[in-house]
């Protein structure tokens, strides 16, 4: 059916008749509740109007609404309305792919970095269980950042299997819509096993990728003929032409490349699009004699692609010179991750035997763990690890530990699902001891606590003197012999506010080895490695005393970090290797995003960004810069118009600025006094500082009362984590709780009419955003569901926004009296920004008039941008350390 402009379904009112497919009709519209252009597509009759497939369709869609993916139309909702089942999708403007090729070889550059970016999104689909299934050049957009896959209304959802989707998947059973006898998809692009009405998986996909490149390549399709019997001939027994006839210069691994994708059994193809990608990327930087890809804000992953293929080479050379003489020789390289890097701050782990290295990495709204084999040129990103922070090997190095969402899980590195071992881990490192125990963090008491790694009770083993300025017991390692545990403690907010201690485990008996210290890592050549500031050290350690020598400076410029958080940047493996990642420069940009999450960069100086809070009349926001030395933060103000920054603090770490609701003042955090406090100073620096409350514990602040009288923030407590407090501005400044719990709570934000207050929470045992009527003890509600903090409200209270990842998500409010209503959650918008600084405080922040965000995005590493955050290998270093810190 044709709908008219002015048409409303839903909240959503048709502007004009977009395209007409066999999968329904598709309309550019309006969302009138956020102002902003969507596309909407009516389903096809017979779908609508068959229960079972309607039914499947929207188990599907809700599938596919889980992916958020630079290169994927992202659908944001699905409805009914008199009768017309309706999807809400991205409205993206462009030409179709197909439009772009118009029967003519695209050059080569472009066909590799559009086909890099396709396989990118497939890579994406199939890692959540999604398969297209009709993927063609007309499904395909070129947009201004590159190319988009649409029309996921023939998407299925399988099993998730390891890696790509592929493995559990292959051996499902067939699904309904296969066991009605339908087969679905675009003949020309249709795999073998779709024509005999087979289940799909993954691999379906790669072959319609191969036609789609093929098509890319040449001009013409890859299956093409008079009538449709002889297209699938052609499909299931003939091969089509090599590409090297349209593309002479095209190098012979590229035509190798489409050949797999198309072989006619899934076996032969490749086994996933992630592989695609790395093969595509490695093809594009080689020096094939054809000209370099034009500088895209993705070429860096291209040259990165060469750098990780001639590092690994390197390596595997070293390591045979090493089997086969006396001494291999020290040797060095430095790679870029072919994944990008969540945090160049993220901790790396080298595995005992040296050959593989797991880093932390982002997949756009979401990190987990990519491990890199030694011997290998791909990279395998593991699944099961969503949400992961850090990485460490077992003894044998057949399985992988990390942490995830408070849980100490394991994974075996040969097949199978992660496992979880303990509750109530902290992201402050863990390590799996040869004795088969696993020693961690503890998110209760921040002390350590140990457990077998097949699970089991755990036991206590230190916790905090609070009374003597111990915050948290972190980065643990268990001593060869399994006598004693290195550590390091924790004393204040900086990087060097911390000290390296030991326990032995027989007496129990602490002591401290050295001050102003962190992260140790025992080398079984008798040595220390730890950081201070931003360099590498090392020193003799023995051992048996648990005392240290004198030390020596190994790197520089490691990354800095302003927090305590999870930053151990190296790793040292027991045959002498040792990784390290480098400092990648200024991470960050200030950028401006509309509610579709359009984005404009300020033209603020790229650095080190956090928490931007926008002023109540919109003309200025406070940042906090993150200082190189990693022992300083301070807040600076923001002229919106004029582009400046104006500093308003010089003096220490000073962090989360927020206004007063007359954009007089600003409320900060500062370690001024050694443990850091909230203080009040005048936006115009008329004034000097005055401190609000003084605490022995640390305090952050969240947002303040509507009628300026109070201010809500978080303070730490050894016993319950993080509780909310409120506090008056004027005297008596006495402060009062609001939230005193087991579990963690942060970041209080007052409701526009102030008798709510929105904040995080850990008691679930992951982060998620409440709720409660304000001043306590009324109405309290769960607003998100899977994962979320950095709770923001609209200036009209009519909705209430928070971060989970990169997607910033927004919820209807409504009121009933005393009663507040809350919508469903619904992603908003997407994209490269920087997930909270901190404990969940908000790292964007909305104007009064809601018609942009102001956001913190991280930079794709580039010409354009900064260096490429880089992984440094040494091979063989246990060599040098004994020539740079000698035995006496």
Excluded at 329 to 334: H, I, M, S
Aim: hydrophobic share 40%; with cysteine.
């Amino acid at each position: 059916m044709a709908l008219s402009a002015g048409t409303r379904l839903g909240p959503y009112e048709v502007i004009a008749a977009i395209g007409k497919g066999g999968m329904g009709e598709v309309y550019r519209a309006t969302d009138t509740r956020l102002g902003r252009t969507v596309a909407i597509k009516i389903l096809p009759p017979d779908v609508a109007a068959t229960p079972d497939l309607r039914r499947r369709f929207e188990q599907e869609a809700r599938a596919a609404s889980a992916l958020n993916h630079p290169h994927i139309c992202t659908l944001h909702d699905i409805g009914h309305d008199g009768g017309t089942d309706y999807l809400i999708l991205e409205y993206v403007e462009g030409q179709t792919l197909a439009d772009v090729i118009a029967g003519r070889p695209l050059p080569l550059d472009s066909a590799l970095q559009y086909a890099i970016d396709i396989a990118d999104a497939l890579a994406e689909a199939h890692r959540h269980g999604i398969v297209h299934r009709d993927l063609k050049p007309a499904n395909i957009i070129i947009a201004a950042n590159g190319p988009k896959l649409l029309d996921f209304g023939l998407a299925k959802q399988v099993p998730i299997g390891l890696g790509a989707g592929v493995s559990d998947a292959v051996t499902a059973p067939p699904a309904a819509v296969s066991a009605l006898g339908m087969i679905v998809g675009t003949l020309q692009y249709m795999a073998p096993e779709q024509l005999e009405g087979k289940d799909a998986d993954a691999r379906t996909d790669i072959f319609a990728f191969g036609a789609v490149l093929y098509e890319m390549l040449t001009g013409r399709r890859a299956f093409d003929a008079p009538s449709q019997p002889s297209v699938i001939a052609a499909i299931m027994s003939s091969p089509p032409p090599s590409v090297l006839s349209a593309q002479s210069g095209a190098p012979p691994a590229l035509d190798h490349l489409v050949n797999r994708c198309l072989s006619s059994k899934p076996i032969d193809r490749w086994q996933s699009a992630a592989d695609i990608k790395i093969a595509l990327k490695w093809i594009a930087a080689a020096p094939h004699g054809f000209p370099a890809p034009a500088a895209t804000p993705r070429k860096w992953q291209l040259a990165a692609a060469v750098a990780l293929a001639a590092a690994v080479g390197a390596f595997i050379t070293a390591l045979a010179m090493r089997d086969t003489s006396v001494s291999g020789g020290v040797a060095r390289f430095a790679f870029a991750p072919g994944h990008a890097v969540a945090d160049v701050a993220a901790p790396i782990a080298v595995s005992r035997d040296g050959r593989a290295i797991a880093y932390v990495s982002s997949n756009d709204d979401d990190q987990q763990i990519t491990l890199r084999r030694i011997d290998r040129f791909d990279e395998q990103v593991l699944a099961g690890t969503t949400g992961a922070t850090s990485s460490f090997f077992s003894p044998d190095g057949n399985s992988l530990g990390f942490v995830a969402h408070g849980s100490i899980k394991i994974v075996p590195l040969h097949g199978g699902s992660p496992v979880t071992v303990a509750e109530g881990a902290s992201d402050f490192g863990a390590d799996w001891a040869p004795d088969d125990t696993i020693v961690f963090t503890s998110s209760k008491t921040w002390g350590l606590v140990r457990v077998p790694a097949r699970g089991g009770a755990a036991e206590t083993l230190t916790i905090p003197d609070v009374a003597h300025g111990e915050l948290r017991h972190i980065f643990p390692q268990t001593l060869p012999g399994g006598r004693a545990v290195l550590f390091s403690v924790a004393t204040g907010l900086t990087f060097d506010a911390s000290r390296i201690a030991a326990i032995s485990l027989d007496t129990k008996r602490q002591s401290t080895v050295l001050d102003d210290a962190r992260a140790a890592r025992y080398v079984n050549s008798g040595h220390v490695l730890f950081t201070r500031a931003q360099r590498l050290l090392a020193a003799r350690f023995d051992i048996s005393r648990l005392t240290i020598g004198s030390a020596t400076p190994v790197a520089e410029s490691l990354p800095a970090t302003s927090h305590i958080g999870t930053i151990r940047p190296f790793s040292v493996s027991d045959s002498g290797h040792l990784v390290y990642v480098e400092e990648a420069g200024p991470r960050h940009e200030v950028v401006s995003a509309a509610p579709n999450g359009t984005t404009t960069t300020l033209g603020v100086p790229l650095g080190r960004y956090a928490f931007p809070v926008i002023s109540p009349d919109g003309r200025y926001a406070t940042l906090t810069i993150l200082r190189p030395d990693a022992r300083r933060a301070d807040i600076a103000l923001l002229d919106v118009a004029r582009r400046t920054l104006t500093p308003l603090t010089n003096d220490g770490f000073n962090h989360i600025g927020i206004w007063t609701p007359d954009g007089e003042r600003i409320i900060f955090s500062s370690a001024r006094a050694n443990t850091a406090n909230l203080f009040v100073q005048p936006r115009d620096g008329s004034r000097p500082a005055e401190q609000l409350v003084r605490s022995s514990q640390h305090q952050d602040p969240g947002s303040c009362s509507p009628d300026g009288r109070l201010v809500a923030y978080a303070e730490a407590d050894p016993e319950n984590k993080w509780d909310l407090w409120t506090v008056p501005l004027t005297e008596p400044r006495t402060p009062k709780p609001f939230r005193r719990t087991p579990a963690s709570e942060f970041s209080p934000m007052f409701a526009p009419d102030g008798k709510w207050i929105a904040y995080t929470s850990d008691e679930t045992g992951r982060q998620e955003v409440f709720v409660e009527r304000f001043p306590g003890g009324g109405e309290r509600q769960q607003v998100s569901s899977e994962g979320g903090d950095q709770a923001l409200w609209a200036h009209d209270g009519r909705f209430l926004f928070y971060r989970s990842g990169e997607r910033v998500l927004t919820v209807d409010v409504s009121y009933a009296g005393e009663r507040l209503n809350l919508g469903v959650p619904r992603v908003l918008f997407a994209g490269r920004f920087e997930p909270a600084a901190g404990q969940g405080w908000p790292n964007y922040s909305i104007a009064q008039d809601g018609s942009r965000f102001l956001m913190i995005a991280g930079l794709r590493p580039g010409p354009s941008a900064t260096p490429v955050p880089t992984i440094n290998v040494v091979l063989n270093w246990s060599e040098e350390l004994e020539q740079l810190v000698p035995r006496r």
